[in-house]
């Protein structure tokens, strides 16, 4: 079964750092890979996703993922945090097929002025 | 397009009482889901849908919910009698055909029940 884990609750970040969303993942075929961000009282929006080619995926908002195989990784990444760049964050998974998405449990991301 | 849409946006309502939650996916998507998220457990897959026919109900917690989905353009998850752990905010989604499509997630309804 697939499956995805965001090992960190809570990450904490000072304006103008770099920033990073860990994302690990299990799949026993070939994974397609997905970020979500959710603000305050507002629904999941899609941010990224890999399907298959460049391991470097950019997305909104000056946000991009690596897609690691060897280490079942699609960590999160920013250069330059911004302080509205505070919000909850999703990575997902989903296998070749018809399966729906499958979430971890989000990563609270606090960017500090 | 509007995006996907959910009525209404906040629910509050005594155990016992009947609720109906309302989805209006985007148009021309084939698929729809219901989720429900709690800081507990987090966002849970409740019951998904490909051309209005249920595909996956292994998520919805008991026989007080249920999922309708007449026609393409709309969707209703109800709960009969509601209970105060039924509190939540439930989203729903709608996604082109699966496999490289993002799904598309509306607003959400926040659901209180007292």
């Known amino acids: 079964a697939q499956s995805v884990a965001q090992p960190e609750d809570q990450v904490n970040v000072a304006e103008g750092n770099p920033l990073t969303v860990k994302c690990t993942y299990s799949?026993?075929?070939?994974?397609?890979l997905f970020w979500y961000v959710q603000y305050p009282n507002r629904g999941l929006q899609f941010l990224l996703k890999?399907?298959?080619?460049?391991?470097l995926v950019k997305g909104s908002y000056g946000f991009e993922a690596e897609f690691n195989k060897s280490q079942t990784s699609f960590h999160l990444k920013k250069p330059s945090a911004l302080v509205s760049d505070s919000a909850l964050y999703f990575c997902?998974?989903?296998?070749?097929?018809?399966?729906?998405?499958?979430f971890g449990k989000g990563t609270r991301l606090s960017v500090i002025a | 397009d509007a995006g996907v849409i959910q009525s209404p946006r906040h629910e509050v309502t005594e155990m016992g009482q009947e609720v109906t939650l309302r989805c209006k996916p985007i148009?021309?998507?084939?698929?729809l889901f219901w989720y429900r998220q709690t800081m507990m457990r987090g966002l849970e897959l409740l019951i998904y849908?490909?051309?209005?026919?249920?595909?996956?109900d292994s998520g919805m917690p008991e026989d007080r919910f249920s999922a309708k989905m007449p026609n393409a353009s709309f969707s209703t998850l109800k709960i009969q009698p509601s209970e105060p752990r039924d509190s939540a905010v439930y989203f729903c989604?709608?996604?082109?055909?699966?496999?490289?499509?993002?799904?598309?997630f509306g607003p959400g309804t926040r659901l209180t029940v007292t």
């Open positions: 890999y399907i298959t080619g460049d391991n």
């Open positions: 997902a998974v989903r296998e070749l097929g018809n399966t729906p998405l499958v």
């Open positions: 148009s021309g998507h084939d698929y």
């Open positions: 799949v026993s075929g070939n994974p397609y």
């Open positions: 849908f490909n051309n209005n026919v249920p595909i996956d």
């Open positions: 989604a709608s996604s082109l055909v699966q496999g490289l499509n993002e799904q598309y």
